[in-house]
């Protein structure tokens, strides 16, 4: 029996483990590699959140990373997470705007197939019903993500109804997305029946994070249970907070009969590129955790809780860690157990960092906190489940009145023209025009222009290509001979 692979390295991998630094000319050092491997399909950062990495932190144009990937990877297909937002905490975009930027993306080349959560945003009922066919319309194929959590209202019925509202549909394929690496052996087993059983036929896919170990055996038990297709990384990127290892799992998939559908040679190649780019950057290198029943307490992403630690760091009050993680168990509770991923984790971690410092539970609250009681966020957000009292408490605030307000304004969807005279006017590019709209302004995107071409990664195999691109940094060296035997090389700096 076959069975295939999604690598989620240069995507989920990263930001898992790298804090989304992974560079174009890291990326561009192994993308071929990744190609010839055979998966069936690669996750690439070329949406919303990872725009707005690109240009602030990294300084590099996002669409000439996309356009990289989609001309060194022009045989597998490219997959991101999407849908009607750039960022899930933010006010929904305009669609002409959505739609003009999925349209730019698709003709860079970088993206074949898009990726939406299904209960976590709202988006069975909010978007789905224009999205997915605009999607079509552009030839991508989507595949449905059913976000798994740990709560009383999070059954397996609830599991059943959500495969159910989203098989019409009609994705390429459903998967089971645990976001916080919390599925185990026994919860998987009376779980993954009832999403297959309630999928229509459409193929289930399976990602989880290694946050609490069991990953690895997590899948090799989804095997078992009738899944052909899992979501791995390459080392160094693997592990850790990230996904499990291809090698591991293809491995001990081969020595339980199935035949992993991946050639393996030059993914090798890929790993020891990309732990030789690490080395050189000082960025961590993923390795297997030790089991962690406080997962299963606060239910926190590794990647939401290494962000809170460098905040707690930087006020001084690293040693409160456990107090807001124990808090954020009480935050939740109150909000009616929203599923603990992008934004719901954020929010809840939030307020928990500030009932802890403040000495008051919501003594002070975040304006996100207001709009989820207001219901601006999805299905789980100020539903009855809520706390009551809380919810009363948060809408009778002065800056909830605000807010409704400031929602309503942005309920209007503006045109593409005004959007445009807004930002410059018809003489603004299109890709400029997209980085202008997310950036909301021109400052860090001249600052991204500013910065030069992104870095590149040479291999040991291009000595000469390294030899040059050193000696463009020092002006002090006018030139460099090399001589072997009667035959010689001279490289000469010209600046």
Request: aromatic share 8%.
């Amino acid at each position: 029996m076959d069975v295939r692979f999604i690598d989620t390295t240069l995507r989920d991998g990263s930001q898992s483990l790298w804090a989304l630094g992974m560079r174009t000319g890291m990326m561009a050092a192994v993308a071929q590699s990744l190609d010839q491997a055979g998966f069936d399909a690669i996750e690439v950062p070329v949406t919303g959140i990872f725009v707005k990495k690109f240009i602030r932190d990294l300084k590099e144009n996002p669409w000439e990373m996309s356009r990289m990937v989609g001309k060194r990877m022009p045989n597998t297909i490219k997959t991101c997470m999407g849908g009607a937002f750039f960022a899930p905490f933010e006010a929904p975009p305009p669609r002409a705007i959505l739609e003009l930027f999925f349209k730019r993306l698709v003709e860079t080349g970088a993206l074949n197939r898009v990726q939406m959560a299904s209960n976590t945003l709202g988006q069975i009922k909010r978007s789905f019903p224009w999205i997915i066919p605009f999607f079509r319309g552009l030839g991508l194929q989507v595949s449905l993500a059913i976000s798994y959590s740990i709560s009383p209202r999070h059954t397996d019925e609830y599991y059943a109804q959500v495969t159910r509202d989203i098989v019409p549909f009609k994705p390429d394929t459903f998967y089971l997305k645990d976001q916080g690496g919390l599925l185990t052996l026994d919860r998987l087993r009376t779980l993954l029946p009832v999403i297959i059983a309630n999928a229509g036929g459409i193929p289930v896919e399976l990602h989880s994070h290694c946050t609490t170990g069991l990953a690895p055996i997590v899948y090799l038990e989804a095997l078992k249970l009738g899944v052909r297709i899992l979501h791995t990384a390459i080392p160094p990127l693997a592990n850790g907070a990230s996904q499990p290892s291809i090698f591991n799992v293809a491995s001990n998939a081969r020595l339980m009969g199935y035949s992993p559908q991946i050639d393996e040679a030059p993914l090798r190649s890929a790993s020891q590129r990309l732990t030789e780019i690490a080395l050189q950057e000082n960025m961590p290198i993923g390795a297997p955790l030790e089991y962690d029943y406080g997962q299963y307490i606060h239910q926190v992403p590794g990647g939401v809780i290494s962000n809170l630690k460098f905040q707690l760091e930087g006020m001084g009050m690293l040693d409160r860690l456990d107090d807001v993680l124990e808090e954020a168990v009480e935050v939740r509770k109150d909000l009616g157990y929203p599923i603990m991923i992008t934004p719901h984790s954020q929010f809840v971690v939030s307020q928990s960092a500030l009932n802890v410092t403040s000495g008051e539970r919501y003594k002070l609250v975040t304006d996100e906190i207001i709009m989820f009681a207001q219901g601006i966020y999805s299905e789980d957000s100020g539903q009855p489940w809520m706390n009551q009292n809380l919810k009363d408490k948060l809408l009778s605030l002065p800056r909830a009145k605000e807010l409704k307000e400031l929602a309503a304004r942005q309920k209007r969807d503006f045109t593409l023209a005004e959007i445009r005279e807004s930002l410059g006017g018809s003489s603004v590019p299109d890709e400029e025009l997209l980085l202008r709209f997310i950036m909301k302004g021109e400052q860090e995107i001249a600052a991204m222009h500013g910065a030069g071409p992104p870095k590149q990664y040479f291999k040991a195999a291009m000595p000469l290509q390294t030899l040059v691109q050193e000696l463009g940094k020092s002006k002090s060296v006018r030139y460099v001979r090399v001589q072997r035997g009667s035959n010689s090389l001279v490289v000469q700096n010209q600046s």
